[in-house]
C-alpha cells in the first residue's frame, strides 16, 4: 500500500513519516540492550511510539485506501508487500 499511495501528492509526505519510523524502529530495535536501565527505557518509550505509529496507520492511511485504491493499485499494492516481505 505504501509503494502505491506514497506516488499520490496527498499521502506523499503522510507516508514518507511512516516509512522512516518504520526503518527507525527497525534500526533502534536491533540495538537495544534490554539487560540495562537505559535499554529497557529506550524500549518503553519505543512503545509509546509505536503505539502512536499503529494508531495512524489504522485511523488514517488504512480507511483512505478503501477509497483511494482501485483494483489493479491494490494488486500492485499486494505484489510490493509480498515482494518485501518473501518470508510471508
Known amino acids: 500500500m505504501f ?3 506514497r506516488h499520490d501528492p496527498e499521502c506523499t509526505e503522510y507516508i514518507g513519516v511512516l ?6 524502529h527497525s534500526v533502534r530495535l536491533r540495538a ?9 527505557a529506550e ?3 519505543m512503545v509509546g511510539e509505536l503505539h502512536e505509529h499503529i494508531a495512524r496507520e489504522e485511523d488514517g492511511l488504512f480507511p483512505a485506501s478503501l477509497t483511494a485504491l482501485s483494483g ?5 499494492s499486494m505484489a ?9
Open 3 to 5: 509503494a502505491v499511495m
Open 19 to 24: 516509512v522512516r519510523e518504520h526503518r527507525d
Open 32 to 40: 537495544l540492550d534490554l539487560a540495562t536501565p537505559e535499554g529497557r
Open 43 to 45: 524500549f518503553d518509550a
Open 72 to 76: 489493479d493499485e491494490w494488486d500492485r
Open 80 to 88: 510490493a508487500w509480498r515482494a518485501a516481505h518473501p518470508q510471508g
